[in-house]
């Protein structure tokens, strides 16, 4: 009993000794975040065919996951972690009757506007620089890039539905409008990102963190991403593609390319 009772004391002795030194200099911290955005697509309007496109407008979307921080030295450290992000935006087609897509062996749905909402699991990868704590506050900057993988990808449609002038033929182009039509939940897994799933782009920020006890510290950050690859994989082999024609039998799959950006507030908590 003795000897037990004196290898516990040891043993808490040493570990007090490390969680003190720990305090002092941690070489690695972990935390959780969550990051409400604001996303949109920035368009090159010149490779859309040259059909008149425009930004549909920004969306609301939202992020969470994990951060590890390994400290390099006194004033830098090297972040990554896992997190789960929602990206997307709004497309809107102004030239009339022009992009589409079959819906069945009669029915086409030519559209006015397409919402994408793309989710994705991202690993970033960032320098971090931060100042000596001032008061209970540390401030700091970051820049690195983020890889990102689609786990899913749906987009809400909008638009107007043409039937085929001969139902018969199956060359005969769809010229019979019908009513306003609306789908959602569409499945665009394969029209996005390169190889239809990757996605990188460039990631920079600025926030503070603000000590509330030993190592613990809570974050706020702002950063804003831009996407360095094509939003669009122009190679999808998806039986929905867009297209550019009336007539399926001679249209023009539609070449897209957009950059997926959003601006994140993200607030966490290191340890």
């Known amino acids: 009993?003795?000897?037990?009772?004196?290898?516990?004391?040891?043993?808490?002795?040493?570990?007090?000794?490390?969680?003190?030194?720990?305090?002092?200099?941690?070489k690695f911290?972990?935390?959780l975040k969550v990051s409400p955005s604001v996303a949109w697509l920035g368009l090159d309007k010149t490779r859309f065919n040259d059909l008149d496109v425009e930004n549909g407008g920004a969306k609301i979307k939202?992020?969470?996951?994990?951060?590890?921080e390994f400290i390099l030295a006194k004033n830098y450290s090297f972040l990554t972690g896992v997190e789960v992000n929602y990206f997307g935006g709004s497309i809107n087609y102004k030239d009339v009757n022009?992009?589409?897509?079959?819906?069945?062996?009669?029915?086409?749905?030519?559209?006015?506007?397409?919402?994408?909402?793309q989710q994705y699991i991202t690993i970033p990868?960032?320098?971090?620089?931060?100042t000596n704590e001032i008061g209970y506050m540390t401030y700091f900057g970051q820049i690195?890039?983020?890889?990102?993988?689609?786990?899913?990808?749906?987009?809400?449609?909008?638009?107007?539905?043409?039937?085929?002038?001969?139902?018969?033929?199956?060359?005969?182009p769809f010229?019979?409008?019908?009513?306003e039509y609306s789908q959602e939940d569409v499945n665009v897994y394969k029209q996005t990102g390169i190889f239809g799933f990757l996605r990188v782009a460039l990631n920079v920020g600025a926030g503070v963190e603000w000590n509330i006890a030993g190592n613990t510290s809570l974050l706020f950050?702002?950063?804003?991403?831009?996407?360095?690859?094509?939003?669009?994989n122009k190679d999808s082999k998806d039986a929905n593609k867009l297209l550019d024609n009336t007539n399926h039998a001679t249209a023009k799959t539609l070449d897209q390319k957009a950059s997926s950006n959003y601006v994140a507030l993200t607030v966490g908590v290191l340890f």
């Open 175 to 179: 010229t019979v409008q019908g009513p």
């Open 125 to 130: 990868l960032a320098l971090k620089l931060k």
């Open 62 to 68: 939202f992020g969470y996951g994990l951060i590890t």
């Open 29 to 31: 911290r972990f935390g």
């Open 221 to 232: 950050a702002l950063n804003y991403n831009n996407g360095f690859t094509n939003f669009f």
């Open 98 to 117: 022009k992009v589409n897509y079959q819906l069945n062996d009669s029915t086409a749905l030519f559209l006015s506007s397409r919402a994408y909402k």
């Open 144 to 172: 690195g890039v983020d890889l990102s993988f689609q786990i899913k990808g749906r987009a809400n449609d909008n638009g107007t539905l043409y039937y085929k002038a001969n139902p018969d033929s199956l060359t005969s």
């Open 1 to 26: 009993m003795k000897k037990s009772i004196s290898t516990f004391l040891i043993l808490f002795s040493v570990l007090t000794v490390i969680a003190q030194e720990g305090e002092k200099q941690p």
